[in-house]
């Protein structure tokens, strides 16, 4: 059975043992082993949202729903993470800064698809872009190392691939227009 509670207090003690995301891996892959039980208390992805569920400085867990077929482009975190699917998929582009770029720009450097039960980590320094593939809602645990929401990082523009500043407010309306398509169908 899956207890929100126990899985908070799990995270901080893996990462007060550990900082880096080798313990909270683990934790997070016990939780994501038993979909079934995190849906009974997570409840069915039903709209894309980013749901917070435990947030300090050193610790952010979120319940990210990707909308069906909803892609975030390249971004960094500033830190380490952690991402379980407990329903549904999550594709990754992994990316790697042009040597010498001065624009900063980025290229496609490998992939990863994330299937229910996957827990994978992400190093501090991986830049990256993520999409749901299918047709219905992909829910997944994400737990980062650090204060998500506080973080100075980037995000590369989706044709050029230069980087720019991150903005947080225009990730987050990328949610409610995955919300507005799903409502038109």
Not at 55 to 66: A, F, G, K, Q, S
Not at 88 to 95: A, K, L, S
């Amino acid at each position: 059975m899956f207890d929100l509670d126990e899985f908070i207090a799990d995270c901080r003690s893996a990462l007060a043992a550990d900082t880096s995301h080798k313990l909270v891996r683990d934790v997070v892959a016990r939780a994501v082993s038993n979909p079934a039980a995190m849906l009974k208390v997570l409840g069915a992805p039903t709209r894309a949202e980013i749901q917070r569920l435990y947030h300090t400085n050193d610790l952010t867990i979120l319940n990210v729903v990707w909308g069906p077929r909803m892609t975030l482009m390249p971004h960094n975190h500033q830190m380490w993470a952690v991402i379980g699917i407990y329903s549904g998929r999550e594709d990754n582009i992994f990316w790697r800064r042009v040597p010498g770029d001065p624009k900063g720009r980025v290229e496609a450097a490998g992939a990863r698809a994330l299937c229910e039960k996957d827990a994978e980590p992400l190093g501090r320094d991986i830049i990256h872009s993520v999409t749901n593939p299918i047709s219905r809602f992909t829910g997944a645990l994400h737990v980062y190392g650090g204060n998500f929401f506080g973080a100075e990082r980037s995000e590369w523009d989706p044709e050029t691939l230069r980087e720019q500043r991150y903005d947080m407010e225009k990730a987050l309306r990328l949610f409610e227009e995955a919300n507005v398509s799903c409502a038109a169908k």
